[in-house]
């Protein structure tokens, strides 16, 4: 499941292999992203968001920051996803998503 392995992959430091604690710790990001389909809500839909190029779901309407990030070439890989969640503003200046990151519920 997407939401199991964006989570391992990207809250490595979080949460490590625990997968129970990544799906705790995802609730924090059901209230604005779907992942079991296209749809988008308040935030993009995360279904395919690994490999996927930052910015470009069709549909939605990003930040220019986020815009940017894809058309300089920034794939989510589990690295990056790691690096934004931990704390967005720090890995992208601009962006408009409303989470202050990881570091602030790892404890959840």
């Known amino acids: 499941m997407i939401v199991t392995a964006c989570l391992a992959a990207a809250a490595d430091h979080a949460c490590g292999a625990n997968l129970e604690r990544g799906a705790r710790l995802f609730k924090a990001c059901v209230s604005c992203h779907v992942v079991d389909n296209e749809r988008s809500t308040f935030g993009p839909s995360l279904k395919g968001v690994v490999g996927r190029k930052a910015g470009s779901l069709q549909?939605?309407?990003?930040?220019?920051?986020?815009?940017?990030?894809?058309?300089?070439?920034?794939?989510?890989?589990?690295?990056?996803?790691?690096?934004?969640?931990?704390?967005?503003?720090?890995?992208?200046?601009?962006?408009?998503?409303?989470?202050?990151?990881l570091w602030g519920i790892e404890n959840r």
């Open 59 to 101: 549909g939605y309407n990003y930040s220019p920051a986020m815009r940017k990030a894809g058309e300089e070439g920034l794939v989510w890989i589990a690295k990056d996803l790691s690096e934004f969640l931990s704390k967005p503003s720090r890995k992208l200046p601009g962006t408009t998503m409303r989470f202050s990151g």
